[in-house]
């Protein structure tokens, strides 16, 4: 087959020459909704090219298999050969980075050739949203509590009491009379950027809150009230500097259905710019990390921002506790990815074409323990400097050549680019090389997870290019 020879990839798949199944020769084409770092990596991408128009292309999907002379497959399960709804389809882009209203809107009726690939699960919500996310991780660790015991319980010990509101009002009011005097947080279910959160400390605090938003459902004239969370606030977060700040950590999910994870080495410490202090809980300054919010203080500065990478952070903390104490520190985030991904396992709607790029926000407290706040399935890809544009320019990038759609690498790495295989039905060992000393003196495998070390992604990119083209010509 000469160069530039246009070749469906999904024919590509057939021959000998691509068992994957995955773009031979001819270039592959993107849509993409976003207008930002994203756009720039898909549009630097050698030998990609994007398909003119965006969102909401209709197409005639049997149009389109005829001309092909093939059938496309159901984004479910199995051949369709005659494909019901004749919309949305998609013989004309490998890879799709869409966002999360498309796919909701457009899931359903779309079919999809072998090897497209289009960002997000079609019910991501299931993790993303608040009180979902915490549903989950309730029956997960009853679960685990059931069949393995309550100290196996103990290892879902990182996510804040959180109650739904207003569905367990009462619940919640229980409990907090258990514990007076601590403060909790009270964060609408679905929004983000930390608009509509608030902190209390009195029930009587949130009365308006309850005037507004919740009514009886004995009340006829009710409406639907908008869904919450109220938490337990953490109110020993570590400080540096005087001040609180939270880890975003990048989680790529290639698979449910075997759990296959990449956790990414890079991503960022948020600071608040005001310095820590339980004095006054009223101001989102001093107890919201999010860039949304400092950005607005009156005090913040453009230039220095509120950013340290994690590496800066890892670094400063083994200053200060140690190299164990950091490893332990970072082995508790790893426990949380696993386990939070694993408590929607079976519920995640699992697609071949589909994967998830999570942000995850993890606080660590005074004790170096990280809890989990929140995870976004559309974590922000718009740089607020020259360094966050690097991280997040190699950040995607790398999921490219995880996603490997020219089809240059084995299927069997462990590391690409800044990327680490955390998962893959089971826990990743590091290779044979990387050992650690266990206090009783003997050597164990460590696992595969480089959260916030060195990051050298291009020089190890380029030495696992050559690896593996000499691998594929033997
Ligand atoms: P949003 O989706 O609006 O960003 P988050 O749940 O991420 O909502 O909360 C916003 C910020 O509030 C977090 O980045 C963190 O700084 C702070 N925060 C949220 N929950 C807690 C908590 N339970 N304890 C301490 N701080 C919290």
Redesign the pocket.
């Known amino acids: 087959m000469s160069k530039g020879t246009k070749v469906p990839g999904y024919m590509q798949g057939k021959g000998s020459r691509n068992p994957r199944g995955i773009i031979g020769d001819r270039e592959i084409r993107y849509k993409c909704s976003l207008q930002n770092t994203i756009l720039d990596v898909l549009r630097g991408r050698p030998g990609w090219q994007e398909v003119p128009g965006q969102n909401n292309v209709q197409q005639n999907v049997q149009t389109n298999a005829k001309q092909q002379g093939t059938t496309p497959q159901s984004s479910k399960s199995g051949f369709q050969s005659i494909p019901p709804i004749t919309r949305n389809s998609d013989g004309d882009w490998d890879f799709y980075w869409c966002d999360r209203e498309w796919l909701a809107q457009n899931y359903d009726t779309m079919f999809l050739y072998e090897h497209q690939k289009i960002l997000h699960f079609r019910n991501h919500y299931e993790l993303t949203r ?1 009180n979902l996310m915490v549903k989950n991780l309730k029956r997960l660790k009853k679960q685990t509590e059931r069949e393995q015991g309550k100290a196996e319980g103990l290892s879902f010990e990182f996510f ?1 009491t959180t109650y739904e509101l207003p569905s367990e009002y009462h619940i919640f009011v229980e409990e907090f009379k258990k514990n007076p005097g601590i403060i909790w ?1 009270m ?2 279910a679905a ?7 608030f902190l209390f400390r009195r029930l009587k605090d949130i009365t308006d809150w309850k005037k507004g938003e919740y009514q009886p459902l004995s009340d006829p004239n009710r409406e639907v009230p908008e869904t919450y969370v109220v ?4 109110e020993n ?1 570590y400080l540096i500097g005087g001040r ?1 700040f ?1 880890v975003r950590v990048y989680v790529l999910v290639v698979s449910y259905n075997p759990l296959k994870v990449w956790l990414y080495r890079s991503g960022f410490a ?1 600071f ?1 710019n005001t310095r820590f202090s339980l004095d006054s809980i009223e101001d989102t300054y001093v ?4 860039v949304a ?1 400092q950005k607005n203080a009156p005090d913040y500065d453009p230039d220095k921002g509120c950013k340290w990478s994690t590496q800066q952070l890892r670094k400063y903390l083994a200053a200060k506790h140690g190299v164990e104490a950091v490893k332990k520190a970072f082995k508790g985030i790893d426990n949380i990815i696993i386990k939070s991904l694993q408590s929607v396992q079976k519920i995640i709607i699992n697609d071949k074409h589909c994967f998830e790029m999570y942000g995850y ?1 993890v ?1 660590f407290d005074s004790d170096l323990k990280p ?1 989990l ?2 995870i ?1 399935a559309s974590p922000s890809l718009t740089a607020s400097g020259k360094e966050d544009y690097d991280l997040k320019f190699g950040l995607l990038n790398d999921l490219l050549n995880v996603l490997d759609l020219e089809n240059r690498l084995t299927g069997k790495e462990k590391r690409i680019g800044g990327w680490d295989l955390l998962w893959e039905d089971g826990p990743i060992l590091a290779d044979d090389g990387n050992m650690e000393c266990t206090p009783n003196g003997t050597t164990a495998s460590i696992p595969n997870s480089f959260l916030g070390c060195h990051n050298d992604r291009k020089r190890q990119l380029r030495e696992l290019y050559t690896a593996a083209q000499s691998i594929k010509k033997s």
């Open positions: 608040k804040p947080i964060k609408p929004r983000a950027q930390g608009r509509g959160i938490q337990r606030y953490i977060p609180k939270d948020r608040s107890h919201l990390t999010n919010v926000d606080l809890w706040i929140e976004n």
